[in-house]
């Protein structure tokens, strides 16, 4: 129940934000894929919104098999979907691959600041991730930041 009561709220927040903007359709056959800033090797398409400012987000993030994503936080709430392939995911500062395994159109939604973490399995994964900026991580270990190797 509490799971579906942030997912609302978020979903709410987002809503109102959305219906101050114009129409956006995306095809599927027209996203345009980059590398990640952070993460090398995933891949990010930005379908709605600028992550740099403060207005709601949709982006799809596409992982390789076999990745893992260390504990970390946003300063946002988030609602991420599985797309395609399986995402594992689980709450807490320290990484165990244990948790939720999600397939497609499976989802979780989560506070802003909440420590969790993400990995996939062996299989390519692609998710969509929505959420009302600016966009922003932050590692629960500082070591574990790519952006620092």
Do not use: C
């Amino acid at each position: 129940m509490h799971k579906l009561l942030i997912a609302a709220m978020v979903l709410a927040v987002a809503g109102s934000a959305w219906a101050q903007q114009a129409t956006t359709v995306v095809k599927a056959e027209e996203v345009t894929w980059k590398d990640h800033p952070v993460f090398p090797g995933v891949h990010i398409a930005v379908l709605v919104g600028d992550p740099t400012k403060a207005e709601v987000v949709v982006q799809r993030v596409k992982f390789p098999p076999n990745y893992r994503v260390a504990p970390h936080t946003h300063p946002y709430a988030e609602v991420v979907t599985v797309l395609s392939g399986t995402l594992g995911s689980g709450m807490g500062e320290k990484f165990e691959a244990k948790g939720d395994l999600l397939k497609p159109g499976g989802l979780f939604a989560l506070p802003a600041k909440h420590p969790h973490y993400v990995w996939t399995a062996t299989e390519e994964t692609v998710l969509q991730v929505q959420f009302t900026g600016p966009g922003g991580i932050d590692f629960i270990n500082p070591a574990d930041d790519p952006r620092k190797k």
